[in-house]
Nanobody, 121 residues
């Protein structure tokens, strides 16, 4: 079994910054893509940013230039640095990982429990 544990959410004023962390643990052989999704009330869950093992990144247009995703493969950890936050960034943020698990070596999708980010004055 694999667990993803997130931290770093909270309340921040517009223009402020937050850094989200997600650490994977358990029966991990390797982790392919790691991603951050978010879901605001009444909205569908959307992909915010993703990063491959080779550090290739993608971002949704609304966060380009403000958010940065990074990872440490040795620590099975991914971060999301969020700068210049806006009220429309308010959502529950979820970590996702595509994990090749021991001992089967099959790949599965895993999700964190979610962390609330609220941008408000």
């Amino acid at each position: 079994q694999v667990q993803l544990v997130e931290s770093g959410g909270g309340l921040v004023q517009p223009g402020g910054s937050l850094r989200l962390s997600c650490a994977a643990s358990g029966s991990i052989f390797s982790i392919n893509t790691m991603s951050w999704y978010r879901q605001a009330p009444g909205n569908q869950r959307e992909l915010v940013a993703s990063i491959t093992t080779g550090d290739s990144t993608t971002y949704v247009d609304s966060v380009k230039g403000r958010f940065t995703i990074s990872r440490d493969n040795a620590k099975n950890t991914v971060w999301l640095q969020m700068n210049s936050l806006k009220p429309e960034d308010t959502a529950v943020y979820y970590c996702h990982a595509r994990v090749q698990s021991r001992p089967t070596m099959r790949s599965y999708d895993y999700w964190g429990q979610g962390t609330q980010v609220t941008v408000s004055s």
